[in-house]
């Protein structure tokens, strides 16, 4: 299983939100096919056929919690992660 899939179980598993890698994240939704643009300390990703958007900032190396708790909330309603993974 790589660090890929790791991250996947990790951040499905609700368990581990105040402790995801903010760069482990970022490099996830670029992987996935999400567009990164960034203004200030904000970093937007955006993909077609996805109406939301995923507005993420660091918490020092982390990301922040409610901010992985809606990437997930994206990623499992858009059917972006499961159990291919």
Do not use: C, T
């Not at 368990?15 to 994240?25: K, M, R």
């Not at 200030?40 to 958007?53: M, N, W």
């Not at 997930?72 to 993974?85: F, I």
């Amino acid at each position: 299983m790589g660090k890929h899939d790791k991250l996947v179980l990790r951040l499905l598993s609700g368990f581990a939100d105040a402790n995801i890698d903010f760069e482990e994240l970022r490099e996830l939704l670029k992987r996935l096919g999400f567009e990164e643009r960034v203004r200030g300390s904000h970093h937007l990703f955006r993909k077609p056929g996805v109406e939301a958007k995923i507005n993420l900032q660091r918490d020092g190396a982390k990301a922040k919690p409610y901010q992985v708790r809606q990437v997930r909330s994206v990623l499992v309603n858009h059917r972006l992660v499961g159990e291919e993974e």
